[in-house]
């Protein structure tokens, strides 16, 4: 993409301070999860389905974060030029984090669809149809990949002030991205928006 005439802006997070900030949205999504399903079920019933979690966790733990960056990963290539072959999937070490980067532009509002992703697909209908069903194992489930998407989350509450038609670039090595913004007179023609 072309960046000429066109201002670039940083907005990032350390990855120390995002995991701190997930460390307290643990507790409101639990209650926002728990809540719900206790109101229902009892104890019991989420106990049963707990130890089912607790006994498969790993297997559940290393599929939930597969499938967390394919969600990242599939909703970016809907919208990026070179479609899959955009995304780039690592871990960052030191944080024991992975993660997926689109390596082209996005729009704003296509940024969001696929930062979104995990977190309704993993998290929030997971925890929904546990709530209808009394799974304590999938309630575990919804409870643990929404915390996870607790980077997403501030990924998206960081995108709050931007129209959905700017451009974001995914930043290649912090938790966060580039807005650009285009210069006052390429955004206005005659008084009309483009």
């Known amino acids: 993409m072309d960046n000429v005439g066109k201002e670039i802006t940083e907005y990032t997070i350390g990855l120390g301070r995002a995991h701190l900030i997930i460390l307290l949205m643990a507790v409101p999504i639990i209650i926002i999860i728990g809540v719900p399903f206790f109101l229902v079920w009892d104890m019991d019933t989420f106990e049963s ?35 899959i072959r955009s995304l780039k999937f690592g871990i960052h070490w030191k944080y024991l984090a992975p993660y997926c980067h689109c390596r082209e ?3 704003v509002k296509h940024y969001r669809i696929g930062g979104a992703l995990p977190l309704f697909l993993l998290g929030i209908a997971p925890s929904l149809f546990a ?38 670039h995914d930043h290649p090595d912090k938790m966060g991205f580039y807005v650009e913004s285009r210069p006052v007179n390429d955004i206005v023609t005659n008084g009309n928006k483009k």
């Not at 194992?137 to 002030?161: Q, V, W």
């Open 105 to 107: 532009p996005l729009k």
């Open 131 to 168: 709530i209808a069903t009394g799974n304590g194992a999938l309630l575990s489930f919804g409870i643990i990949f929404s915390i996870a998407a607790g980077g997403d989350i501030i990924s998206l509450y960081m995108l709050r002030k931007f129209d959905g038609e700017s451009y974001i």
């Open 49 to 83: 389905g707990r130890k089912v979690f607790m006994n498969n966790i790993i297997l559940y733990l290393i599929v939930g974060v597969i499938m967390h960056e394919m969600l990242h990963g599939a909703g970016w290539a809907l919208f990026a030029p070179r479609g």
